[in-house]
């Protein structure tokens, strides 16, 4: 596996800014959370995809994020490391330097948020394609 193949996943739940969202994949992010395919994302939903990625991203199953589940990350170029860091610290609430379950799922859900225009809490076709227009339009604009 690249080095930074699980990176990519850890960064996207993290990510803060459209920018972020589209350049890990934000769009993909949204189908992989629409369970049951109905084309409507419910915070439940999307809470839930997070969580699955915590699991996914806690290779050494202690609970926590942190650089110690980055294997890899000793070969992986020293830019991606201070980009993983900063990611880490933007999650991090208490500063403990480790991402908990609970600052991951209970944190803020920025991508969702703006997806939400009109704030029912459920992503529906539109908002979802409004959003993924968003992000090719930031893509191709950069
Ligand atoms: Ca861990
Ligand atoms: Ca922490
Ligand atoms: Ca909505």
Redesign the pocket.
């Known amino acids: 596996m690249h080095p930074l193949a699980s990176f990519a996943g850890f960064a996207l739940l993290l990510a803060a800014t459209p920018a972020n969202a589209q350049r890990f994949g934000g769009a993909e992010m949204f189908d992989r959370a629409d369970v049951n395919n109905d084309g409507v994302i419910t915070r439940a939903e999307y809470d839930a995809s997070r969580r699955a990625r915590f699991e996914q991203?806690?290779?050494?199953?202690?609970?926590?994020?942190?650089k110690?589940?980055f294997k890899r990350l000793r070969f992986a170029p020293a830019k991606a490391r201070d980009r993983i860091d900063s990611l880490i610290r933007a999650a991090d609430a208490n500063g403990d330097g480790?991402i908990s379950r609970a600052e991951m799922v209970d944190g803020p859900a920025p991508l969702f948020d703006r997806a939400d225009t009109n704030g029912d809490d459920r992503l529906d076709r539109n908002e979802v394609a409004a959003a993924k227009a968003r992000m090719a339009e930031m893509k191709k604009n950069r």
């Open positions: 991203m806690d290779k050494n199953e202690d609970g926590y994020i942190s110690n589940d480790r």
